[in-house]
Nanobody, 121 residues
Framework: QVQLVESGGGLVQPGGSLRLSCAAS????????LAWYRQTPGKERELVAV???????NYLDSVKGRFTISRDDAKNMLYLQMNSLKPEDTAVYYCTGDFQIDTVRKWYRYWGQGTQVTVSS
């Protein structure tokens, strides 16, 4: 089993910045693709940013140029640097990833509990 714990959310004014972190712990034999999703009430969860094991990245169009996803596999950490935040970025942000949890090379998807980001003046 793998546990993912997000941190770094909070209230920020428009134009401000936040850095989200996601710490992975548990039985981790390998880490594949990692990603950040977000969700607002009444809407489906949407993919915000993804990073492969080779550190290729891709972003939701509305956050390109403002958000940066990164990872530190040595520390089992995932990050999302969010700059120039807008009210429409308000959501619960979730980290997720595909992990190898034993010696068998098979990937399992895990999710964190989410962290609230509120952008408001």
């Amino acid at each position: 089993q793998v546990q993912l714990v997000e941190s770094g959310g909070g209230l920020v004014q428009p134009g401000g910045s936040l850095r989200l972190s996601c710490a992975a712990s548990g039985s981790i034999f390998g880490i594949n693709t990692l990603a950040w999703y977000r969700q607002t009430p009444g809407k489906e969860r949407e993919l915000v940013a993804v990073i492969t094991s080779g550190e290729r990245t891709n972003y939701l169009d509305s956050v390109k140029g403002r958000f940066t996803i990164s990872r530190d596999d040595a520390k089992n950490m995932l990050y999302l640097q969010m700059n120039s935040l807008k009210p429409e970025d308000t959501a619960v942000y979730y980290c997720t990833g595909d992990f190898q949890i034993d010696t068998v090379r098979k990937w399992y998807r895990y999710w964190g509990q989410g962290t609230q980001v509120t952008v408001s003046s």
